[in-house]
């Protein structure tokens, strides 16, 4: 009787990961459908990633189970300025915000539907710890049209951090691309 229970709790728990494409056996998400690249012109600014034709590009409604230790992820870095690389305006309060503020944007399953909007989180890379409000969501379900800069969607594990989060992180241009940090809620 107790391992026909222990069996159906697990299921149970199996049926509820794979419905929301997270597989917490694997810490990984599943895409949930692919994007056809288009070439267009898009702003290479901090040597962001512009679609290409004929590619596909995964399409992601999940990111890694947040932990209350510090979340594993990857920072890139983003202009959330106006004519900045991260296209319009901020999802959260609808503004540009300058690359000398302490702002992030969080991929689509971190972002929850804006359940962080305007929240900080506290980053931790390099000995240093920061600060940064959240602005906006890192897109992972759309990309690759003039809303989203004809740039991909991102990955599952993105914290798309502006240049003064770098910068307080003690990193310099050499290190703009992606970078192993963790992140907490505060």
């Not at 949930?32 to 995964?58: A, F, I, M």
């Not at 990955?155 to 992140?183: C, E, F, H, Q, R």
């Amino acid at each position: 009787m107790v391992l026909r229970q222990s069996l159906l709790l697990l299921l149970a728990v199996f049926n509820i990961s794979s419905a929301t494409r997270f597989s917490p056996l694997l810490d990984r998400c599943s895409p949930v459908g692919y994007l056809h690249g288009q070439s267009h012109r898009c702003n290479t600014e901090h040597e962001s990633e512009c679609c290409k034709s004929g590619r596909r590009y995964p399409r992601y409604s999940c990111s890694p189970a947040v932990t209350g230790y510090g979340t594993k992820a990857t920072m890139t870095i983003n202009s959330f300025a106006e004519g900045g690389d991260g296209g319009g305006h901020s999802k959260c309060d609808r503004k540009y915000h300058g690359d000398d503020e302490m702002v992030v944007a969080l991929s689509t399953g971190w972002y929850d539907g804006g359940s962080r909007c305007s929240k900080n989180i506290r980053i931790e890379a390099n000995g240093r710890s920061v600060l940064a409000r959240v602005v906006d969501e890192c897109d992972s379900l759309h990309g690759c049209d003039s809303r989203h800069d004809f740039q991909p969607p991102c990955a599952t594990d993105i914290v798309d951090a502006s240049p003064a989060v770098w910068k307080a992180l003690g990193m310099n241009g050499d290190d703009v691309g992606a970078y192993s940090i963790t992140w907490i809620d505060t």
